[in-house]
């Protein structure tokens, strides 16, 4: 695919510059958990339709890695075990209402940003795209790594867990806690939809294809 070898390229000129990441050079470690609800709307994957409580790891991230003030495209990486092995989910910065829900927005605080998978898991029910969105609108978090660490501090960030079709309402499955990961403040991980899949979700071909050759330049040794 066109778009695919093009993100690669593009991977390859930053990863010159930024040989470790290419993009969201720096990051918060976080540490908490997810409690799933009892399905009131099946999405067709059989761990988010599964109720329970499970750890997570996440990491919150700048994308392009803009001066400070700067407004810039807000990542949020989870890491979650399961069964036979962890998965990974990447969320960025969007809407969540009608197309704006696959257009990335920049912003200056991650507590005022929703984040979504922008592209969809495949499920018995069709496409399923996940998303995540702050619930305590009085904790301001920026975006800047340092600022959030500071303005967190001992308090734990609460957000929404929702599935949805391309299109629709959405459906809140889970709760997620974030606090800060006391044992670093960033973290050497690599996240990896592809390479550690949600557990009961398909892949599409052609997200694959769009993904894999940026993913893997991203992963190669400096």
């Not at 499970?54 to 979650?80: C, F, K, M, T, W």
């Amino acid at each position: 695919m066109t778009a695919g070898r093009g993100f690669a390229f593009l991977f390859r000129g930053i990863k010159v510059l930024r040989p470790e990441r290419p993009i969201h050079p720096e990051g918060v470690s976080l540490t908490g958990s997810v409690e799933r609800l009892p399905p009131t709307r099946r999405s067709g994957i059989s761990w988010l339709d599964t109720s329970g409580v499970v750890q997570v790891q996440a990491r919150l991230s700048r994308s392009i890695g803009l001066p400070g003030p700067l407004p810039d495209i807000v990542g949020l990486a989870l890491r979650i075990p399961a069964d036979p092995g962890p998965f990974d989910v990447l969320l960025a910065s969007t809407g969540m209402a009608g197309a704006s829900r696959f257009i990335l927005t920049p912003h200056r605080f991650a507590s005022e940003a929703a984040f979504t998978t922008l592209m969809p898991y495949q499920s018995s029910r069709g496409p399923v795209l996940l998303a995540a969105r702050p619930l305590d609108s009085a904790l301001r978090l920026p975006a800047k790594t340092e600022d959030f660490r500071q303005a967190l501090g001992d308090r734990v960030w609460t957000l929404g867990l929702y599935h949805s079709a391309l299109r629709g309402p959405w459906t809140r499955f889970a709760t997620m806690s974030l606090s800060l990961d006391r044992t670093q403040q960033d973290t050497d991980r690599r996240f990896d939809p592809l390479l550690h899949p949600l557990p009961g979700a398909g892949i599409y071909r052609w997200t694959r294809t769009l993904r894999e050759p940026s993913y893997t330049t991203a992963r190669k040794p400096s």
